[in-house]
């Protein structure tokens, strides 16, 4: 998915689960902010003072670097939560053990996963550690079928669209992108190498919310895919897991989104089909200013680095990336700040995943 969900509709379905205007623009930054927290390593302040972040996507590398994209403490617990074919936990799928790794909707891990932001909601980074969640939650259904490691599984052939056409379109994309980027004496290499990571093999198509496309997995299997389809269904169950949140239960009986909204989200989905995700958020954020949902009119934005972001008002920086050299100055303030307050909640998520929560299902990956 990318910022029109994880921001724009995370921060309404967060409106609608209950949650204040302020609450609801924490959750829904940090939900973005997984895809835009590149930088990891030691921040130095001028009066000694350390802190210690860490990286939830490689956004700054490309494709080329594949060997180091292909990092277990990024992809799988922040972008293809494996799940374990489904089952729950003393389960084991049929196969071997990457079937265990692939990225299934709504899964046991998953529920799981937001489960347990229910457990800590005493911790000062609470509503970022669910803002976190909610963007791995979601993910779950858009990058279903895919594992967060380089695998033949994710191989994608014979691509179709919405039509059950070979998608030429795509297909191009696919080749102008690796011939624009690559030597053409390791273009071969990376293509029999590279593309089993996640879903590069099919670029960005499970991350378009409008798109009804299908291909040909690893496994021969036939896979159709409905985004419109899916992207409703994460945003229904992520509506019951914040109202779950809001009542500390994680087992309470609520219901989804309402009818009136739900159909507006639905037609927003599906009709909202410019390229870029940032064009598509824009709209997003447009419709709640004009008040189009239910809990009526709210003014959001997101800036990611740069003055206006958490980062700046964190650290005072606009550098869009770090060298490792640099002193930054020292307020007491940023304990308290929402950029540190990120990514304790980064560290918690990450190692609760991979240390914890993974290995109930027999699944180690750290």
């Not at 967060?148 to 030429?168: I, K």
């Not at 008002?313 to 606009?318: I, M, S």
Request: charged share 25%; with cysteine.
């Amino acid at each position: 998915m990318q910022i029109d969900f994880h921001h724009g509709v995370t921060y309404v379905v967060a409106r609608l689960a209950g949650f204040e205007h302020q609450q609801a623009k924490i959750i829904a930054y940090c939900a973005q902010y997984v895809d835009d927290a590149t930088n990891s390593g030691l921040i130095i302040f001028d009066n000694g003072a350390l802190f210690s972040r860490t990286t939830s996507a490689h956004k700054s590398l490309d494709y080329r670097n594949f060997r180091k994209l292909a990092n277990y403490r990024v992809w799988i617990p922040f972008h293809f939560l494996p799940g374990n074919g489904g089952l729950p936990a003393g389960k084991e799928p049929a196969g071997k053990f990457i079937n265990k790794l692939i990225c299934r909707p709504n899964s046991y891990v998953a529920q799981a996963m937001v489960a347990e932001c229910i457990h800590r909601r005493d911790t000062l980074y609470s509503l970022h550690r669910l803002g976190i969640a909610m963007h791995v939650y979601a993910d779950t259904w858009a990058h279903q079928g895919f594992a967060g490691v380089s695998h033949r599984v994710n191989e994608a052939t014979e691509l179709v669209n919405e039509n059950d056409q070979a998608d030429t379109e795509l297909i191009s994309k696919l080749e102008k992108y690796f011939q624009k980027n690559l030597p053409d004496k390791i273009l071969g290499s990376l293509m029999a190498d590279a593309l089993p990571l996640g879903h590069v093999a099919v670029l960005s198509n499970p991350d378009k919310p409008f798109l009804k496309w299908g291909y040909k997995n690893g496994l021969n299997q036939r896979i159709k895919r409905d985004n419109p389809r899916d992207y409703l269904e994460a945003a229904d169950n992520m509506c019951i897991w914040l109202k779950r949140y809001l009542l500390g239960d994680a087992t309470a009986d609520v219901s989804g989104l309402p009818d009136q909204d739900r159909e507006l989200i639905t037609q927003m989905l599906v009709t909202i089909r410019d390229q870029k995700g940032e064009d598509r958020n824009q709209k997003w954020l447009t419709s709640i200013s004009k008040g189009k949902f239910s809990f009526g009119r709210a003014e959001i934005d997101y800036i990611s680095k740069g003055k206006g972001s958490w980062k700046y008002e964190a650290l005072g920086t606009e550098k869009l990336t770090d060298t490792g050299k640099e002193r930054f100055p020292y307020n007491p303030s940023f304990l308290q700040s929402n950029w540190k307050l990120f990514h304790d909640a980064l560290k918690a998520h990450q190692f609760y995943v991979t240390q914890e929560l993974l290995p109930q299902y027999g699944i180690c990956v750290a």
